[in-house]
């Protein structure tokens, strides 16, 4: 089996990697590739199509082959991680920006996500997270002041989830998520840098302690061109049988 479209594929991908074409730019007819490769129609096609499958171009009928833009960030939305740890993890330029820190008592809404009465009070932060200086991710956080006696600005700005481990003694087990895309609301336009989208990503947690007591609901939302869902699963053959 001819092997070349493969060379061919893995060049034209580094390409698309190192910005030397860039997102939303158009490549080089099939003509031009044959000619640069010296290959047939055929092994263009082949490497085409293989860049298509895993996402690197869209190749529309009359037009011929674009771009697509690869650098979104990945988000685990499956796990339980800060967004401190994420940065860290992947090498993110990131910076947390708190908007807002109040306790409020709760509204009907919040009273269903948090499962709580209307005589308990809620800590509500509001943070934007900026990544390579492009305000990207608008986090909405609610926390049960039941179980979250103290926030302050600097715990905010840095990480929540250390300090409720390392100081308080938290142990934070499980989320339930929730993704859906929504239109753009006043807050999203006001904090973020949406640059012309009027729609984002939003990922709902309903998060756990160890005893499975809720203690926290929040919104991510997300600018649409930077969220990839990212997950994990794994076949369970036991369940399978039969």
């Keep these: 089996m001819d092997k070349k479209y493969l060379n061919i594929y893995n060049e034209i991908l580094n390409k698309i990697e190192n910005n030397y074409f860039k997102p939303n730019s158009k490549l080089p007819s099939e003509n031009d590739l044959m000619r640069e490769y010296n290959v047939s129609r055929a092994t263009i096609r082949n490497a085409l199509n293989l860049l298509e499958q895993n996402g690197y171009i869209q190749k529309i009928k009359g ?26 993890k992947i090498g993110l330029n990131a910076n947390t920006i708190l908007k807002e820190l109040s306790v409020i008592k709760p509204d009907s809404y919040l009273m269903k996500q948090l499962q709580i009465s209307g005589d308990e009070h809620v800590w509500k932060v509001t943070r934007v997270r900026e990544i390579d200086n492009k305000k990207i991710i608008l986090d909405k956080d609610y926390f049960n002041k039941k179980f979250v006696p103290l926030l302050t600005k600097d715990i905010c700005e840095d990480s929540i989830y250390e300090y409720l481990e390392s100081k308080l003694g938290l142990k934070i087990s499980f989320a339930k998520k929730e993704i859906t895309v929504q239109i753009a609301t006043e807050d999203d ?14 990922v709902k947690s309903y998060i756990y302690l160890d005893d499975a007591s809720l203690f926290q609901y929040s919104e991510s939302r997300h600018r649409p061109d930077k969220f990839k869902f990212v997950d994990f699963a794994r076949r369970n053959k036991e369940v399978m049988k039969g």
Aim: charge should be positive; aromatic fraction near 16%.
């Design 63 to 88: 037009k011929g082959s674009f771009v697509l833009d690869i650098h979104k960030f990945n988000f685990p939305v499956s796990g339980l991680i800060s967004f401190k740890e994420l940065s860290k």
């Design 189 to 202: 336009k006001k904090y973020l840098d949406l640059e012309g989208y009027n729609m984002v990503v939003v």
